[in-house]
């Protein structure tokens, strides 16, 4: 009787180990397919932008949100070096303007630059804040033709 009670104990281990061990092999493997908050400007130029004087550049960005909603994002630019504005919008007071991304979402929307004179260079950042306060950013320089 005793050996019969030796061996239930160590198949109960076993089988309590394994199912531990299959649990936080599960749980690692949600994590990692799991997406994390980022931004991307997608078109970023390369090369000077031809445009007139009074033409836009529009700014195009991909926004993944993560394992919580998105809540906040900043857009900053700089005009020849030098500040030139800034757009803070959060989900409370402005989705009605922009829409903020839920978990696991994923948006394209874009932003817009002016050429207000010959060789105007712009500096643009965009980043963004979601409810488990994770950040992300993408910045882009867009020269216009002189």
Known sequence: ???KKSNMKKISDFTFVMAYILSVSFAALLISIQKELYIDITNCPTQT???EVGEFYEVKFDLQAGTS???YIFFYF????EYYSRLPLDVESHSDIFYFPKSGELISSATFVDKLNDGDTYYVSIDVLDKNLNS??????????G
């Open 78 to 81: 700089e005009l020849n070096g």
């Open 49 to 51: 932008i031809q445009a």
């Open 69 to 71: 909603e998105v809540t």
């Open 1 to 3: 009787m005793n050996l």
């Open 136 to 145: 992300s950013f993408s910045e882009c320089e867009i020269e216009f033709n």
